[in-house]
């Protein structure tokens, strides 16, 4: 199964800071990831597919980029909304895989 | 618009069987595979498996082959999952959700507790 490693496990930040996360899969999965925010009792919430495409009705602070093995997820301009817990995930390849999540607290 | 609701909550004892169900509406069930996820009590996303939106193929986490079926009513728009042998760690929020490109739309969750 594809790995998929996300870093950092958790990070600090204030309103209005440029955060960054990222994603390594264990083996190439050309564009095949997606990102979703979930907050605490809810639904994970599709941000990006196709690792840089936006889902509709999402913010465009959202951004992704990366292929093959290594890929980004930018927020522009925290929000207070924004933190949450964001996971990544692998489409290339059955067992689809989630990376182990980033959790965005407020400094 | 787009909807998928789930059962409600279960409380199972270990080695029983849980059945989750995921009624979807407003949309074609028949377009779309459906994909279960579990997230235990303070942990990440798991994924367990998808079945088609067609011909019922389906595709199991190798570390729940053998304990898990999901199967589909394309009568009532519905998709089911069900976990046999429960082990107290299968305590779990249970989610379906709609495989487009990426997840976009996801159940509620359903929580499904073992205990003795």
């Known amino acids: 199964a594809i790995q998929l490693t996300q870093s950092p496990s958790s990070l600090s930040a204030s309103v209005g800071d440029r955060v960054t996360i990222t994603c390594r899969a264990s083996?190439?999965?050309?564009?095949?990831l997606a990102w979703y925010q979930q907050k605490p009792g809810k639904a994970p919430n599709l941000l990006i597919y196709?690792?840089?495409s936006l889902e509709s009705g999402v913010p465009s602070r959202f951004s992704g980029s990366g292929s093959g093995t290594d890929f980004t997820l930018t927020i522009n301009s925290l929000q207070p909304e924004d933190f949450a817990t964001y996971y990544c995930?692998?489409?290339?390849?059955?067992?689809?895989?989630f990376g182990g999540g980033t959790k965005v607290e407020i400094k | 618009q787009v909807q998928l609701v789930q059962s409600g909550a279960e409380v199972k004892k270990p080695g029983a069987s849980v059945k989750v169900s995921c009624k979807a509406s407003?949309?074609?069930?028949?377009?779309?595979?459906i994909s279960w996820v579990r997230q235990a009590p303070g942990q990440g996303l798991e994924w367990m498996g998808w079945?088609?939106?067609?011909?019922?193929?389906?595709k199991y986490a190798e570390k729940l082959q053998g304990r898990v079926t999901m199967t589909t009513d394309t009568s009532t728009s519905t998709a089911y999952m069900e976990l046999r042998s429960l082990r107290s760690d299968d305590t779990a929020v249970y989610y379906c959700?709609?495989?487009?490109?990426?997840?976009?739309?996801w159940g509620q969750g359903t929580l499904v507790t073992v205990s003795s």
């Open positions: 959700a709609r495989e487009g490109r990426g997840s976009d739309y």
């Open positions: 995930q692998q489409f290339n390849n059955y067992p689809l895989t």
């Open positions: 079945i088609s939106d067609n011909n019922g193929n389906t």
């Open positions: 196709d690792a840089s």
């Open positions: 407003g949309y074609t069930f028949t377009s779309y595979g």
């Open positions: 083996q190439g999965i050309s564009s095949a």
